[in-house]
């Protein structure tokens, strides 16, 4: 044994250096190995991946599921919810030269919530105001699958635009046609519209209020009235449409609802027709936020509904 040790004791002295060298040697491969692993798997901006999408690259859909954090959010704020449909829709899918070059996401999820509380969560990768200044950047929102197939089976505008215009980044592929089987040849009867669209007025009105005290009393950000009243009044005028549509809608017509920029020419007063695309522009991000009041707000929405009194 004490041969051993010496035997091995002049190796060491002997080839010190050589070891010392090659131990060192080892170590810088393992953290260049370390490093570029971590470059390779590491998520792209997302200006890089939208602005630069290699679409013949078989893994750019989980780049961008990756660079979104949708699995990470989901992780932390829905447990529950164990898969889901990422969704990209809006202009950035349907190029249209009025609209702004912004990307809108929705992932619909999948799961068996606990107490069957269905969630809806909005999720922005910027926390900057809405405006012209950062019109590029992503929107996502988080919906619970279920609550959002019946939404779109009741005729909501909204739901039925992304199914219709939308395309499925990742998920389960079935879900998603299963979403267009359901809802293309739905028959939608005007008056169950009516009354579906008073609810959602009746609590629309109720968050634009809330918004409106929190920022009279409390100094809240203007920007959560003119979102909530961009929501309040946009309602007011698809109900109008439906009013005055035929008994019986399609889903292609529900979806017009959708497109808020029809509703400009429903205004005869040209003085609020302005502040009413002022608003939808603040909230496409085409204008500066700051060039809307809370008053302005307030006049569109009395003139909104003095004119659907003195129709009614």
């Avoid at 070891?19 to 798997?41: E, F, L, M, S």
Wanted: proline residues 2%; contains cysteine; glycine residues 4%.
């Amino acid at each position: 044994m004490n041969e051993l040790v010496k035997i091995l004791s002049a190796f060491f002295r002997n080839n010190s250096a050589g070891i010392i060298t090659g131990i060192i040697a080892t170590a810088i491969c393992c953290v260049v190995a370390k490093v570029w692993k971590y470059i390779k798997n590491a998520p792209k901006s997302i200006d890089d991946l939208l602005n630069n999408i290699d679409y013949n690259n078989l893994n750019w859909k989980d780049e961008l599921d990756k660079a979104l954090k949708i699995k990470q959010t989901m992780e932390n704020c829905f447990p529950e919810y164990k898969n889901y449909l990422l969704i990209q829709y809006g202009s950035s899918v349907s190029p249209d030269s009025t609209l702004p070059s912004d990307y809108d996401f929705i992932v619909l999820m999948l799961g068996y919530p606990e107490n069957e509380v269905r969630y809806m969560h909005n999720k922005g990768t910027t926390n900057d105001i809405s405006d012209e200044k950062n019109k590029y950047h992503v929107d996502i929102v988080f919906r619970d699958y279920l609550s959002f197939l019946f939404a779109a089976s009741a005729g909501m505008p909204y739901e039925n635009s992304v199914i219709t215009g939308g395309q499925l980044i990742k998920g389960p592929e079935g879900y998603f046609q299963w979403l267009r089987n359901i809802t293309k040849n739905n028959l939608f009867d005007r008056d169950f519209l009516v009354r579906r669209y008073q609810d959602k007025i009746s609590i629309e009105k109720q968050e634009f209020q809330k918004c409106m005290n929190e920022h009279n009393k409390y100094g809240h950000d203007k920007y959560y009235v003119i979102r909530s009243g961009y929501y309040y009044i946009t309602s007011l005028l698809q109900l109008n449409r439906i009013i005055k549509s035929k008994k019986v809608m399609v889903q292609s017509e529900i979806v017009q609802l959708s497109k808020v920029r029809n509703f400009y020419k429903d205004f005869d007063n040209e003085e609020i027709r302005e502040k009413y695309i002022q608003l939808v522009e603040n909230l496409k991000r085409n204008r500066q936020y700051n060039l809307i009041e809370v008053d302005e707000i307030k006049k569109i929405l009395d003139y909104v509904k003095i004119s659907e009194e003195e129709k009614c």
